[in-house]
């Protein structure tokens, strides 16, 4: 379970995840779902061609 050592009074911003870096300094890297809702792409279905078969 994680420690909370200090407060250091950043502002966060919706979308962005904080984390402790290697070097010990507060760093952001942007969420790839956060934040905000993306739009669904709509998807057009292709009609595909029945083969006929001959008749022998």
Same mark, same amino acid.
């Given at each position: 379970?994680? @420690? #909370?050592?200090? +407060?250091?009074g950043?502002? /966060?911003?919706? !979308?962005?995840?904080?984390f402790?870096?290697? *070097? !010990?300094d507060?760093?952001?890297?942007k969420? @790839?779902? !956060?934040?905000? /809702? +993306?739009? /669904?792409?709509?998807t +057009? *279905?292709?009609?595909? /061609?029945? #083969?006929?078969?001959?008749?022998?």
């Amino acid at each position: 379970m994680a @420690e #909370k050592v200090a +407060k250091v009074g950043i502002k /966060k911003q919706t !979308g962005w995840l904080y984390f402790v870096d290697k *070097k !010990g300094d507060i760093s952001r890297a942007k969420m @790839e779902r !956060g934040g905000h /809702k +993306k739009k /669904k792409k709509v998807t +057009k *279905k292709k009609a595909t /061609k029945k #083969k006929v078969k001959k008749k022998k």
